[in-house]
């Protein structure tokens, strides 16, 4: 097999090691040789980059081989965040979207996406299709072209992306609840684009960590704890009644309450949910990935919504909503897509859709989530993350497969699931 292998969201190396420009030219011709194959290359890609070291550099080189397959290419002429190209490529009928970036990862990496031509992240038969492509490369099987600068067309991606998404909430709403919001980028390409939004409607959002930051602060760009502490102490000021974060490439959204309280994603894919499908009324069933809540159960069964349930990744949740009518999807970690858009995870649109919920109850987060509470049970989530020696989770996975095993820390089992991985629910 290639050491170039693509994950659940596409290739990511860390810097100079593995993300080398040799290496990002390799599976860009991968994909080009897709789309050349597979999808109407006349209707050209789109190329979007995040903040980090190097990505304008590299999304050039990805613009660049395109073109030497005689693909036109809209080559982005500013960071821009992931969901944007989605957008993009549905807005233009291109033939797909790469994205350089390395989404929520830790600033040493870097990476590209591969968006497909329905916006969204590829699902596992095009990444298929993909790595199939990328055997050939890598085996001479496709020397290097010359580009053709003539079919490369620099363009603003961020005025369509914010004029789109600006149209999916009811602003008069938010205009009367008077809210105070903050909004915390992560030095990441969602920068500027809620303050915009909100201000095109009077409405008050500042920022902070909105500067290109390769480094990102010393933090991994990924709205979870701890990594949003800047943002705590913003609200811990008082001057603000909620605070929405994005990760790396804007995809994946965080919250806070006004008082420093961290809305988990969990949380916030309950309040969404509930507000679609409960207040607004709107059709469609709920996806969630393995690893989400039950409190998504609970609401979908009292709004007699059918629920699936898939494995980890959100391109599962993109192939169902492409197949059903799915009115919102979501994952363990913050990302969520809704029909109202597209199949796709969007960490502006989930920001601005959780205001709307806001000011159409006049309650700030906490009030909200602990409403859920009252009337689902109490909901609580913690994440560990461990870097674990080769096999070592495979030696986890088959010992709590065990059905012989009866208990977990002195409580008894009572179920297992293994969609993805092993769950077990202890009673």
């Known amino acids: 097999m290639p050491a170039i292998r693509f994950g659940t969201d596409g290739w990511r190396g860390v810097i100079a090691d593995d993300f080398t420009f040799a290496n990002v030219e390799t599976v860009a011709r991968a994909i080009a040789r897709y789309v050349v194959r597979c999808e109407d290359a006349r209707r050209g890609v789109v190329v979007g980059y995040d903040h980090r070291f190097a990505s304008d550099r590299a999304a050039e080189r990805v613009a660049a081989i395109f073109s030497a397959t005689g693909t036109p290419v809209y080559l982005a002429d500013k960071p821009c965040p992931a969901p944007a190209v989605s957008l993009l490529v549905r807005q233009r009928r291109a033939a797909g979207g790469v994205v350089v970036t390395a989404s929520h990862n830790p600033a040493r990496w870097n990476g590209v996406k591969y968006k497909a031509s329905y916006g969204s992240s590829a699902l596992p038969s095009i990444v298929a299709q993909i790595e199939d492509e990328l055997v050939h490369v890598l085996a001479g099987g496709a020397p290097p072209l010359p580009p053709r600068r003539e079919l490369i067309e620099l363009f603003d991606p961020k005025a369509p992306y914010l004029d789109a998404i600006e149209k999916l909430v009811d602003w008069d709403r938010l205009h009367a609840a008077r809210f105070y919001f903050v909004a915390d980028p992560m030095h990441g390409a969602a920068a500027g684009l809620l303050r915009e939004l909100f201000r095109r409607h009077d409405v008050t959002c500042d920022e902070i960590r909105g500067t290109r930051d390769p480094l990102f602060g010393g933090f991994n760009p990924e709205p979870i704890e701890p990594h949003i502490e800047p943002l705590r102490q913003a609200m811990r000021s008082g001057r603000y009644d909620a605070g929405f974060c994005a990760d790396g490439d804007g995809d994946r959204i965080g919250a806070m309450d006004r008082d420093g309280t961290f809305v988990t994603p969990h949380q916030i894919f309950a309040l969404l949910f509930q507000h679609l499908a409960g207040t607004r009324a709107l059709p469609g069933d ?87 509470h009252a009337e689902f049970g109490e909901h609580h989530y913690g994440r560990v993350d461990l870097t674990l020696p080769p096999g070592q989770k495979e030696k986890a996975l088959e010992y709590f497969s065990n059905p012989k095993l009866p208990r977990h820390h002195d409580l008894p089992i009572t179920n297992r699931e293994s969609i993805d991985g092993i769950k077990l629910y202890l009673g």
Not at 298 to 309: P, S, V
Not at 326 to 348: F, H, K, M, N, W
Not at 365 to 371: I, K, M, N, Q, Y
């Open 286 to 372: 709920v996806a969630k990935t393995f690893s989400v809540t039950k409190l998504i159960d609970k609401i979908a069964a009292k709004l007699g919504r059918r629920l699936h349930e898939i494995p980890i990744g959100f391109k599962y949740v993109c192939e169902l909503m492409l197949e059903q009518n799915v009115l919102i999807g979501g994952e363990e970690s913050g990302g969520i897509g809704t029909s109202l858009y597209l199949p796709e995870r969007d960490a502006t649109v989930s920001a601005l859709l959780l205001a709307e919920v806001m000011a159409w109850h006049r309650k700030s987060l906490g009030e909200l989530v602990r409403a859920l």
